[in-house]
């Protein structure tokens, strides 16, 4: 199978799509790590692994610490010997306006998506370079991260900083052979489901008019994961991928879409005329295509 004689750990794989992927990755061969703070969930998700014939140990650790993401890691070594592919899945949703929100709100989502998922990566790529081997890191992420999302700001900025992170680890760890991509799924799970329906229903507006499926099942977003795990997919790295019901996409890395020089140095005065002429430009090309 694709993923034979792999060791992969899934955070947050009591349920939803770090469940789903857990299945998945072991469906394709690989042993697994069930990692969740809710001992029942991961439990069972492992269980329901090893009756399916797959090989699933759960692991509890609450990977928000160094010490708790180091003992995933360790879970891993300690069960299979080794660790090939991290999956940074675990998440939490605090949501709340950002002027009322409260700095435990803040700081629980900052641990949970934005230090969890550098933690794991630390302890997973130092056993990876150890082994020598190379490996594969996949960090779930957000378009909350990618174009922002009213109500939540914590989760944004810690999906955001995840996107910096992936792009950063790429470039640290590719002499290694391990690969460091990032996930955007589109996907109706428990944690999306905590959404109002009228905020759900206003960014779903622009699919009305289309037979295309935009929020799909966990179950969708795990072939991307699986692939990206496997030894095929070691040309690709650094990249942001879309994965939701009938559409796959990649997203661009940021760029500058204008640039201007002054020598010398800029003034208020420059930047207002630069600014000025900047808008009406921009509203004579909309003018031009009416």
């Given at each position: 199978m694709l993923l034979s004689n792999k060791v992969a750990l899934v955070t947050g794989a009591?349920?939803?799509?770090?469940?789903?992927?857990?299945?998945?990755?072991?469906d394709a061969g690989a042993s697994v790590i069930v990692n969740d703070i809710n001992h029942g969930?991961?439990?069972?998700?492992?269980?329901?692994?090893?009756?399916?014939g797959g090989r699933a140990v759960a692991q509890h650790s609450d990977i928000s610490t160094f010490g708790g993401a180091d003992a995933a890691v360790q879970a891993a070594i300690d069960a299979y010997g080794r660790?090939?592919?991290?999956?940074?899945?675990?998440?939490?949703?605090?949501?709340?306006?950002?002027?009322?929100?409260?700095?435990?709100?803040?700081?629980?989502?900052?641990?949970?998506?934005?230090?969890?998922?550098?933690?794991?990566?630390?302890?997973?790529?130092?056993?990876?370079?150890?082994i020598g081997e190379g490996g594969r890191i996949?960090?779930?992420a957000s378009r909350s991260g990618l174009r922002g999302s009213i109500g939540q700001a914590n989760y944004a900025a810690a999906k955001a900083g995840v996107l910096g992170l992936?792009?950063?680890?790429c470039q640290e760890v590719s002499k290694f052979g391990i690969t460091v991509n990032a996930?955007?799924?589109?996907?109706?799970?428990?944690?999306?489901?905590?959404?109002?329906?009228?905020?759900?229903k206003k960014k779903d507006a622009s699919w009305a008019?289309?037979?295309?499926?935009?929020?799909g099942t966990?179950?969708?977003?795990?072939?991307?994961?699986v692939y990206l795990a496997s030894g095929e997919a070691e040309w690709i790295t650094g990249q942001v991928i879309g994965i939701g019901g009938d559409k796959l996409s990649l997203w661009s890395h940021p760029k500058e879409v204008a640039e201007a020089f002054i020598f010398g140095g800029w003034s208020v005065e420059n930047m207002r005329e630069m600014f000025r002429a900047s808008v009406a430009s921009e509203l004579q090309s909309v003018g031009n295509k009416d």
């Open positions: 009591g349920q939803g799509i770090g469940a789903t992927l857990a299945r998945a990755l072991a969930k991961a439990d069972e998700v492992a269980h329901a692994i090893a009756a399916a660790i090939d592919i991290l999956v940074n899945n675990a998440g939490i949703l605090r949501d709340r306006m950002s002027y009322n929100m409260t700095e435990s709100e803040w700081d629980q989502v900052i641990a949970v998506c934005l230090k969890g998922t550098f933690a794991c990566a630390r302890a997973a790529i130092r056993e990876m370079r150890r996949i960090n779930i992936t792009r950063t680890l996930i955007s799924p589109r996907a109706v799970t428990d944690m999306t489901n905590s959404i109002p329906e009228h905020v759900r008019d289309t037979s295309v499926v935009r929020r966990p179950e969708q977003i795990a072939p991307a994961v």
